[in-house]
């Protein structure tokens, strides 16, 4: 039942909502309208639901690995409790699931044929050794689920067609440069749940990267690493020690439409910081130490989302959300939580969410310590 449900997984495209996963298989996030109905069409993405047991029916000229799942071209060996990579994989496989095994390293070899893979999901193994040269063979793989694992680095010669690589909850501890080398591809890479310190990431070591999305959230940061790439349209550093936001911290991320501090140490973020990030639209702040509003929140005119609960707040001033004068502010706020503070909200004017949609978006209780 479990693994009929996973092919079913595949009709799931949901686009992602703040501080949450894109939809684990949505493989067409990527990809032309062109290309999905094609794969729509060869049994990638099943338009009629998961198939009975009967249906299912080998990828390639009959090959399928003794105790796997083959439905055209996908190969679901998950949850079988194996020590290696199954051999007799189709060539024209274009998603493998290899996850809730016991796998410990990534061989050479182990791929070999695999020109076709468009996905290799290998999440929650024992993995702790990856071959050099082990996805040499996969020349269009696009997605990497590695998490997970016993990971002490990330792995090396990853493919140049890589568009999403998800490595979190691993024992990476340094990200070196040039690492990421030739990746030019590359849009989204979720790192979290590593014990990434700030001195772990070597200066370049994400150079020549164009991502969108970036996590690494329940590390040990302690401050907003500087040499993240500039195309950053998130930036996810949630459940870290970060105890500020300075001037210069976000300077080169001007791109950025959401950024995430949640469940931090912060106490202070300098005036002006967050004038570097004039296209920001979600702010996450909630569970860290501020004793007051951010400074600058009116200045962001497409701020809309903006999470404050619990903090140490105390007061709210008349203009800390929103700008004086009408014409200013491009957005109106469409969510402010400021819930779990001290904030005696009955002295909070009312002229104090003027920019604020309605009263439904604001979230605004009793303080209880």
């Known amino acids: ?5 996973l092919l079913a997984a595949l009709l799931g495209l949901a686009r992602a909502r703040p501080f949450e996963q894109p939809a684990f298989w949505d493989f067409a996030m990527d ?4 290309q999905r109905d094609e794969e729509e069409a060869s ?5 009629s639901g998961a198939p009975d047991f009967e249906d299912v029916v080998p990828a390639y000229g009959g090959l399928c690995p003794f105790g796997c799942r083959c439905h055209l071209r996908v190969v679901q060996c998950s949850d079988l409790g ?3 990579v199954p051999k007799d994989i189709a060539p024209d496989t274009r998603l493998l699931d290899l996850q809730n095994n016991r796998l410990t390293e990534l061989r050479l070899g182990d791929f070999e044929g695999l020109q076709e893979l468009y996905a290799l999901v290998l999440v929650n193994n024992k993995i702790s050794r990856v071959h050099e040269k082990a996805f040499s063979p996969l020349h269009r793989l696009q ?3 590695i998490s997970k694992n016993q990971l002490a680095e990330i ?3 990853l493919p ?9 909850d691993n024992k990476i501890r340094k990200v070196p440069k040039d690492v990421f080398k030739g990746l030019n591809n590359m849009n989204c890479i979720e790192m979290g749940g590593n014990p990434l310190e700030n001195s772990g990431f070597e200066p370049g070591a994400f150079d020549g990267l164009k991502l969108n999305y970036l996590r690494i959230s329940e590390a040990k940061l302690t401050g907003i690493p500087k040499d993240l790439p500039e195309t950053l349209n998130e930036l996810h550093l949630d459940h870290n020690k970060i105890q500020a936001i300075e001037q210069e911290d976000l300077i080169r991320y001007g791109k950025l439409a959401r950024l995430g501090l949640g469940h931090n140490a912060m106490r202070m973020i300098e005036n002006r910081s967050l004038t570097f990030v004039p296209a920001l639209r979600e702010l996450h702040l909630d569970h860290n130490r501020l004793s007051r509003v951010p400074p600058g929140l009116p200045g962001l005119r497409f701020l809309q989302v903006v999470y404050l609960h619990a903090n140490d707040i105390t007061q709210v001033g008349v203009n800390d959300f929103c700008p004086v004068g009408f014409g200013v502010k491009r957005a109106y706020y469409s969510g402010i939580s400021l819930f779990g503070n001290p904030v005696p909200y009955w002295e909070v004017q009312p002229a104090t969410f003027r920019c604020v949609t309605g009263r439904l978006a604001l979230q605004f209780g009793n303080y209880k310590k």
């Open 1 to 5: 039942m479990l693994r009929a449900l």
């Open 143 to 145: 997605k990497l689920y």
């Open 43 to 47: 049994g990638v993405f099943p338009t």
């Open 160 to 168: 140049p067609s890589l568009v999403e690589l998800r490595i979190h």
């Open 31 to 34: 990809e032309g309208a062109a």
């Open 155 to 157: 792995p090396p010669n």
């Open 82 to 84: 194996l020590s290696s």
